[in-house]
């Protein structure tokens, strides 16, 4: 039987999940990646990974059906360079709030957004909550790709740099054009002990052309494919073993029925 | 070079496309199609036609470019089904806006949408309008598929039923369980002479399950793979044929470049 | 007993409605209709064919009550001219979700707008369905005047054109200034297969200035208060035809009584 | 010429309105009015005073253009009760600054809203100070109809009671049963100091079954059709004594010309 | 035991409070007012008197509970000067509507604003209404101070004007330069009849530059602490003494117990 | 001169601040807090640590200034306990985007949020961002107080548990119960490997019962008024040099200065 819900019939989604299926959302963006990748990076890194995740999870007896990749997502960062398709925070906002809706009456429990933009991380966790109160869905999101990078990032590659440049080389090597990649890091900031994009004490508002007109964040000059294939496999096997985790996972508060949830 | 629009990069974006570009997004649907019909029906017809009209019409010179498929749109005649994961009239409203938005930042200046599901169509209509004013984007939608009905349908062919049932038995034969295919016509309509779906005077508010509980609106056991080639390969030309009068379409007054255009 | 459901009180509207009454709603505009027509147009021919379309209809028994026109709507496409009063598409949307509520509380579960314009018909199409799915009323919209054009317009005479024109100068010649009335037709248009007004399969958004600054679409050089007044009697004969077809209308989903129906 | 707005051509408007020009607009309302009044008092009040008010004042040289009534408004303090039809406080808001922004393209500069319905006051008045803020326009409400009240009433003769019953008996008897009418003041609160409907220093949230299962708070026994006249005619004459001021009204911040006001 | 509702725990709230508690909300604003006082102003003013009232109450055996002030409102009107932090019309009632829901959860059933600006009064009033509708609650707006006002004031002295200055002399001396302070009197108005700021019947939208730069209307030259003193105690006796009459104040519709209510 | 930006006079405010000042609001929260600490909690820490930080930052020749805090927040993960006063996710939202909108119109160009509410990051985090797209600021948040833990907390001492309870102890003994602190870990999620509250890779929607009815998720049975001061100390020391940083932290994109800023 295919793991893709929406392959399913309508009476097939009734019969064939339960309270232990697990629904798994990519989440991507078609946003600015740079002169040398391609705008659709972030949803084809996000699908990917998640597909791969649900195929090996379910060979591990994980009850996981995979939804369309939410592809437009909140690139609002990146709203000044052409290309960019980006939702307003309160278009995605909406629209999670519409999935959620519809999850909850069918009979699986859990959502996971599985995501490959950085920019949604903030909103779905927001959203996450909104869901579970809402709706009474167990709901949960995690990065569809590693933060691993280049020591020559000085931990600044979260957008066109290293890893994410790797991966695409691995995943859709015709997308990707290195003669173009260069180095754009936010060297200043790596004396900061505060201000930083992700751990840092202090969350900062910033748009992408803040560093520059490239659109890079990172260094991608030294990715390659096969840094990309290994990146790619471990982000899956984690993926799986986050899958895992979440199928195990419950709260003192039961999950209402299907029945019951809903608006 | 790729017809993806989001497989470019950003400059490549801005490089590649002018103002005789004509950017399509195909508008599918997930939503309740019978106990013989995949979900997913309407977004991978839409896909499949907007995917191949704009190759062919590419190599006949016209300059179309592909962006992904909204894939979850306004299924509210849909929404007592589980399995139907739908947007709001409102959600789906601001996605067409923001969407509107982002394309006005490009070179180019008309938008089309291929649309795989009835319920988005008046709303797209709206959203034409909106965008053409808000933006000064020349805006267009038009039906994925085609309407052709099998004898039996009475001319309610319109969920579900012979057409959409042969497209996907083409595309997708291992989507589609004709075992479980059964007709579901409302026939007393027949005899109406105002009230109907599609052409007649009188417009109505209806939900699938005003109909019965089948989720279905035609008669789908005729269909068949070879109808279906012949009704996709007809779509495909249709398509083809509408794209190339939208390229040479032009009104008194001229749209504004994009360096004036947004909000 | 008036016809008029507003000139009863509320404890006789709970009295003499049953679920077999029809709530009639006039949707009207206040637009720019060229240099010859009224703001008013639009308005003025749904009120008068909703009158006596009620009168003529309460005359063969049908049990229909009409409310006050609503007469500000969506004329977004005339934004650019003074003078026309209009709202957002989300505003009208509001205001015709908040009269569906209201609607509800009455015993009627019959509700259908006489639209005299034609922006405002694909909103109240998407509107008939979300009254249907949230309050369970049986909802319809149908034009009030009839699509009947001058040869001369080439089919495009939509807007302040022979039809319009000769109905005004039928109801209110006052109103009417043939000294001013020009035609205006988008003549490239007329060699189109695919792209049109209505009834084409590729639906298109435009201003009414993009046709030029006359704010005409059409030929009302030929009108006549004679013609006027045979398309009115006609207008009305159909909608009282429509009505009745309304009527006897169901569908297998019982409409819920007014009790349970509400958010 | 006509001194109704809607009555000009869009040209017409351009031509004959200058920034002297004083756009009226009455707001009334379809709401529960007791036993013995139709739904249609607040319109029809609002409606016959501004129009009366609109030709009289002309008549002594000011540059009045009456709109069409606002006949659906905010009556959410009858929602309880069938026939209300009431739009909800953001459904008005959107439709105030609509019109606003409406207005503020023809070369008018002040408008005036001439309320029939008590519940429209607070939110006119919010309204007022957003037209101006947003689009430059002098903006101005005022009850239609005078507050005088029978001694029976307490003070409190402010939905039905003597004045709105006299003055409908006035305009309409065929639309009173005076039969019907009864009388309904909340005595305890005559008694209090602070807490009032209007006029004193506690506002207090009501709805009007807070009073009853009548829907009237007033006393209408008293009413005569010749106290109506009496009330209608000095509604009139406060509304022309009042337009004549906003006439003549200016602060020492200039009123920005059209082409410089709109969002 | 505390007389601050916040100070209490969860458990503690719905263990004190009962169907006899009033929570009461201060409503301030932080909005130019003039060179001479300090934008707190009538923050600073709404939380002296509730809180003063609220101890005083309660020594007289009122169950009054004081939450904490609402410090950022609907300054509109001061929104064209530095230092004004003003949310919109629809933030603000977003946030009443909220706080409404949130009260409802609690055992009282008595909600009263005590408000210090005056451009909130409108939009209070109608909060009242919908948080009763909504939630049942029994909702009361008051102003905190007292609009006693200089004779040379001429009955405007509405903001920052005698009053407001005496009772910021009074209560913080340091925040005042009387050196600064300058008359700023819309003298003309003084000769209207209908148009006025309050207790008129012509309402008019109004920004603060429409009457000069100062951002003062009022006269606030002539202000003492001492006047100030006796203005701020008689403000606190009125409240006390409103609340007195709030505590006691019933409708003959009963309000649903905590558990019942909310949406 | 204060350091409340409040407490200054508007031509004040554009008197004495310049581009180098940075404006601090305090994000609090009333809601559940377990039985033995205030609903106030979260607000008393993000007032005070702010507080502080500002008058250590002015000793030290940071150019700030501190505005009233947002007390009412978003605490929808305890909308399930009386007492509980919170502001919606779009609630909060349009608030932000309103302080942004006051705030760029005075000469500050920075504005960190300081937040004692954890529900709260995500979203500051969110409007961090659209505040710098829309208005050009330089926007920061950051934690009011330290994560620092007990032992017997597992890593799970995130609502009330021992350094929330210790703060308080310290600021406000009074408003301390520790006879009814109690502990109430999570003690399975203390072998999950990705699912954590915060710095696990994958985040989860929970409201505070999914952990049992006491509110609390730690253990405050430890907490002392000592631990509290030095939690305090350390807290403040830890803003002060973080908005040293701040102060210092500059893109390479030119913030806007405040007359070209706004929207």
Known sequence: ??????????????????DTSIVVIPTGAIEHHGAHLPLITD???????AEEAVVEGRS???????????TYTKS????????????????????LIDLGRSIATTPARKVVFVNGHGGNTALLGVANRELRRQFGLATFSMPAGLAQAAPE???????AGYAETSV???????????DLAERNVPEPMADLKYIGFNGYPVSFGWTSDDFGPSG???????????????????????????LTEISAFTTRRADPPASEAGS
Chains 1, 2, 3, 4, 5, 6 share one sequence.
């Not at 793991?3 to 339960?18: C, F, R």
């Not at 990032?153 to 957008?159: A, R, S």
């Not at 890079?216 to 799986?240: C, M, N, Q, W, Y």
């Open 153 to 159: 990032e000085l931990g600044f590659g979260i957008h």
């Open 168 to 178: 695409v080389a691995h995943l859709r090597p015709d997308l990707v054009s290195m």
């Open 216 to 242: 890079v964040i990172g260094d991608p000059t030294g990715a390659t494919p096969e840094a990309g294939k290994s990146l790619f496999t471990e982000s899956v096997h984690r993926a799986v073993a986050a």
């Open 43 to 49: 949803a084809l890194i996000a699908s990917s990974v």
């Open 60 to 70: 591990q007896g994980l009850d996981l059906w995979l939804l369309p990749t939410l």
């Open 1 to 18: 039987m295919t793991y893709k819900l929406a392959e399913l019939s309508g009476p097939a989604v009734a019969q064939n999940l339960t």
């Open 76 to 95: 609002d960062e990146h709203a000044w360079a052409p290309g960019t398709m980006w939702l307003s925070a309160e278009t995605l906002w909406s629209t």
